[in-house]
Structures are given as C-alpha cells and as structure tokens.
C-alpha cells in the first residue's frame, strides 16, 4: 500500500476536502484526486463521497481511517527506534503546547533545549490542551505539555511538571475585588467570563461551583488566558487566572477555605517509542520539579 496515498487519504478525512489536503501536504488537487483514486483502485472500494463540495467518508473509509493511523504510526515508530541506535539526538520533534504554557513557562526550556541540541528540528504546534490531547493519541505529535487532564485516557502517560494555582481575579475596581472576604455563592451573582466548556479549567472551576449547588453567569467564553485577564482587566466580569499571571491590572478576589489548583506537565503515548530527541526534551522538564 502506498504510504503517499494513505497520507493524502488522512489529509482529507481530517481536513474535510481535497483542496484542503492539498495546502496542507503541498500538492495540488488533481495530484490529490490522482493518490486517492490509485488507493480506491488498489483496494477496489469507494472511500469518499463527493456531493459538491462536500466530502465525506464512505463506510469502508471509516473502517479504514483507523488503521491508516496505525500503519503509519508503527512506520514512524520503526523509523524512530532504528534512528535510536545511533544514539544521536537529530531529527525532528513535533511538540504540542498550550499558547499559556508555551508563553509563561516553556521558553527557558525551549532555549536550553535548542541551544544544546542544534540538529534537532522542532516543529512547535500551539493548540488547546484538549486538542493536543488528541494529537498525541492520534500520533500526530510526539509530547504534548499543557494543563493535564484530571483522568488521563488509558494510553497515556501524564507527568506533572508544575503545580499551576488558580485564583478568583476581577477589575481594581469592581464591586467583588473591594468587598473584603466573598462567598462562591456571591460571586457567580456577577457576569464571568470562562474557558470554553470543553477545556480542562473549565471543568475544574464548574466543578467547584456544582459541588456547592451554585451555576456560575458565564456571559463570555474564550480559551485564551490573556484575553481572559484583558476582559476582567477592564471590568467586564470575574474570572479564575493562574497565579502566575496576577499583577495590577487585576485584583485577587479573597476567598477564604477555597483553593484551587491545576497540574501542568507533559503527555506521551504508552505504545510510541520515543525519539532521542523527546527523551533529551523530557530530561529538561523533568529538571524542572527537582
């Protein structure tokens, strides 16, 4: 089976077109028309419907997207574990992060990191820490380091790195930053803004909140730290930020007998062989907790 053709065949199942197959792997779209009717031939099924502009899988295109995953996962896993002998530490990482992680806390790494492996390619991909998770069971990427998921999947592997405390954070001026010690159930009276539902934050926050019977006024949502900390800055509403991004421009709402925290620290597949390069990239945050 050609590997070309699977790669096109995945470009399009996850991009939902063949143009968009085509940016992504550089070719055009008849080259692309051209690899996914050489598989269709070789294995005498129709894989993708075409009705207009839509594509979309046919059942024996669904039956083999997951073992196209695999084939080329087992492909790159060899390739690794015989680039391994060498001992060398080359190649290429693709490293998954957060925007809030690879901002605050990965640059050092990163630094360090390349200044001391030079033949090392890094292919750095910002995503949600949601998205990222799936990266890494896809096998797209190699580790991923964002804000942990509080019940990993089976077949991952999850280090904690740094202990991440969350405060309750409004405007200098507004009613909740200068009212002395509040209560959860007074808090969620006033407009908040949040992470979107899917992220792990989200979770932990909404958690704390239904534990005390309480449903938080979310009146804006986006995944970004800093366009959180923008909104509540100019009072707009409340929110929970890590610790690490306090300064003037918000004040800590005082909360007394509530703590919250979230763990951040790096991900990897059970199953995948790791490159030297991941191993040289995991020493360095490893160091970061002794």
């Not at 070719?27 to 502009?53: C, H, M, Y």
């Not at 069971?137 to 190699?142: D, F, P, Q, T």
Request: glycine share 6%; net charge neutral.
């Amino acid at each position: 089976m050609d590997l070309a053709n699977l790669n096109a065949f995945i470009a399009i199942a996850e991009t939902g077109s063949f143009s968009g197959a085509g940016e992504r792997l550089y070719l055009t779209q008849p080259a692309i028309s051209k690899r996914i009717a050489g598989l269709e031939q070789q294995l005498n099924v129709r894989l993708f419907d075409r009705l207009g502009r839509e594509v979309s899988l046919t059942e024996a295109g669904r039956a083999l997207l997951p073992r196209a995953y695999q084939i080329l996962n087992v492909l790159d896993d060899t390739r690794r574990a015989l680039t391994n002998l060498t001992g060398e530490v080359t190649g290429r990482l693709t490293l998954a992060t957060s925007h809030h992680i690879g901002l605050h806390r990965l640059p050092p790494i990163l630094r360090a990191f390349t200044r001391t492996y030079p033949k090392v390619a890094l292919d750095i991909q910002f995503l949600d820490s949601e998205i990222a998770y799936e990266e890494i069971l896809h096998g797209r990427a190699e580790l991923a380091v964002i804000t942990l998921a509080p019940e990993p999947h089976a077949l991952i592997r999850a280090v904690p790195v740094w202990d991440d405390p969350l405060d309750f954070v409004a405007a200098p001026e507004h009613p909740l930053a200068n009212s002395g010690p509040m209560k959860l159930e007074d808090i969620v009276r006033y407009p908040a803004v949040f992470p979107g539902g899917n992220t792990f934050t989200h979770h932990i926050v909404s958690g704390l909140c239904e534990a005390q019977g309480l449903k938080p006024n979310i009146a804006m949502s986006t995944n970004y730290m800093e366009t959180i900390k923008m909104i509540v800055s100019i009072g707009l509403a409340w929110s929970v930020l890590p610790r690490t991004m306090l300064d003037e421009q918000v004040a800590r709402i005082p909360l007394p007998g509530v703590q919250l925290n979230r763990q951040l620290g790096y991900i990897l597949h059970t199953e995948r062989t790791l490159s030297n390069a991941a191993r040289a990239f995991m020493k360095l945050l490893d160091a970061q907790t002794q």
